[in-house]
């Protein structure tokens, strides 16, 4: 396989890698509000929820400071090693990118970013997590 091919399949991977994120903490946040209205157990479980608060305190703070995502900037570098330009690709990678990567001011992001993280925060005092217990580890329940 070509190194360009095999810099661009990187950098495709990354974006989906990016989009599953974003799909995590968006839906994730909905998931938790559904679950608790469908009374699922699975919201309430710590891991789950820790790793949902982290992944939204990352990019909040990411904005807060101004720091592009270490997962963007990677995928730019492989893209430029593979010889592409930023975006002009497949159509699902063309879709990914303007979904993920649209135009706004920075302090729409920042507010956004803040108030979506806010959301977060109240999920764990209006649906709170199970305590951790021993199941917990073994990934049970």
């Avoid at 002009?88 to 990678?93: G, N, R, Y």
């Amino acid at each position: 396989m070509e190194t360009r091919t095999v810099y661009a399949f990187a950098a495709d991977a990354i974006l989906v890698t990016h989009a599953l994120f974003v799909v995590f903490v968006v839906f994730g946040l909905v998931l938790i509000f559904v679950g608790k209205l469908l009374s699922w157990r699975w919201i309430r479980n710590p891991w789950y929820r820790i790793l949902h608060l982290l992944g939204i305190v990352v990019v909040v703070l990411q904005s807060w400071f101004g720091v592009i995502c270490p997962l963007t900037t990677w995928e730019m570098n492989l893209r430029s090693k593979a010889g592409e330009s930023a975006y002009e690709d497949s159509f699902v990678v063309y879709w990914l990118n303007e979904l993920l990567y649209y135009q706004a001011p920075s302090w729409v992001f920042i507010l956004c970013y803040t108030a979506f993280g806010g959301l977060v925060l109240s999920s764990w005092f209006l649906v709170r997590p199970r305590q951790f217990s021993v199941g917990d580890r073994h990934g049970n329940p």
